[in-house]
C-alpha cells in the first residue's frame, strides 16, 4: 500500500546522536500510522516507536528518553531523532506503515532498512 524508503543510518560512537529518516510515496502519508522497528543479527525484529496519525507516541522501554519519533505531513516523512546512543541500538532500523490510522502489533508496510551501527 506504501513505498517507503529510510535513509540516515550510518556509524556512530557511543553517546552521539542520529537522525532516520521516511520518507513515503504512493499512497496518503497522513492516513497511515507509523512505526520504527529494529533488528539485531541473531535477534527477532523488536518494536521502537510509534506515532499515530494525531501525533500520539508510543516508545519501547529501550528508547524511553532517547528517542524521538515525529512525523511532518507536508514533506510525507517520518523521523526517529536518536540520542545518547549506545551499543546496543546497534541493528538495522525499518520503516513501517500501518494498516490504520493507529498503531497496532502488526504493519502492513515495511521500508528496505538503513544501518545503523553504534561503536564503543
Known amino acids: 500500500q506504501v513505498q517507503l524508503v529510510e535513509s540516515g543510518g550510518g556509524l556512530v560512537q557511543a553517546g552521539g546522536s542520529l537522525q532516520l529518516s521516511c520518507t513515503a510515496a504512493?499512497?496518503?502519508?497522513?492516513?497511515?500510522?507509523m512505526g520504527w522497528y529494529r533488528q539485531a543479527p541473531g535477534k527477532e525484529r523488536e518494536f521502537v516507536a510509534g506515532?499515530?496519525?494525531?501525533?500520539?507516541?508510543y516508545y519501547a522501554d529501550s528508547v524511553k528518553g532517547r528517542f524521538t519519533i515525529s512525523r511532518d505531513n507536508t514533506k510525507n516523512t517520518l523521523y526517529l531523532q536518536m540520542n545518547n546512543l549506545k551499543p546496543e541500538d546497534t541493528a538495522m532500523y525499518f520503516c513501517?506503515?500501518?494498516?490504520?490510522?493507529?498503531?497496532?502489533?502488526?504493519?502492513?508496510?515495511w521500508g528496505q532498512g538503513t544501518q545503523v551501527t553504534v561503536s564503543s
Open positions: 513501517a506503515a500501518y494498516r490504520s490510522m493507529a498503531v497496532s502489533r502488526t504493519p502492513g508496510s
Open positions: 506515532i499515530s496519525t494525531g501525533g500520539s507516541t
Open positions: 504512493g499512497n496518503s502519508f497522513a492516513i497511515n500510522a
